[in-house]
């Protein structure tokens, strides 16, 4: 059966530090893609970062320079480094993955591309 766990979110101030994980059960890093999308209340969710089958990546700009997405492949784990965190950081972000996924650059962060989907832990940053 396939699950998606997120934690690492918080609490900090503007300019601090997060790591968000994603335990995944049930995939094949090999041929999956994953991503981290966020969405804050009354808007959309958008994805932030994602992560092709060959390891390719993918960045919104709003965060490109300060996010980065990692794979743990051994211990089946995506990640999120947040830096240089902002108000406008502050949502819930939500792990996604496809297995046998063949999505590459934009189509990495769209929310169609995935069929599985974490239940999210929250950020906030106060200014």
């Known amino acids: 059966q396939v699950q998606l766990v997120e934690s690492g979110g918080g609490s900090v101030e503007s300019g601090g530090s997060l790591r968000l994980s994603c335990a995944a059960s049930?995939?094949?890093?090999?041929?999956?893609?994953m991503a981290w999308f966020r969405q804050a209340p009354g808007k959309e969710r958008e994805g932030v970062a994602g992560?092709?089958?060959?390891?390719?990546?993918a960045y919104a700009k709003s965060v490109m320079g300060r996010f980065t997405i990692s794979q743990d492949n051994p211990k089946n784990t995506l990640y999120l480094q947040m830096n240089s965190l902002k108000p406008e950081d502050t949502a819930m972000y939500y792990c996604?993955?496809?297995?046998?996924?063949?999505?590459?650059?934009?189509?990495?962060?769209?929310?169609?591309?995935?069929?599985?989907w974490g239940q999210g832990t929250q950020v906030t940053v106060s200014s």
């Open positions: 996604a993955a496809q297995r046998m996924c063949g999505a590459y650059g934009a189509m990495l962060l769209r929310a169609l591309t995935y069929d599985d």
């Open positions: 049930g995939y094949i890093y090999s041929s999956s893609c």
């Open positions: 992560v092709g089958r060959n390891g390719r990546t």
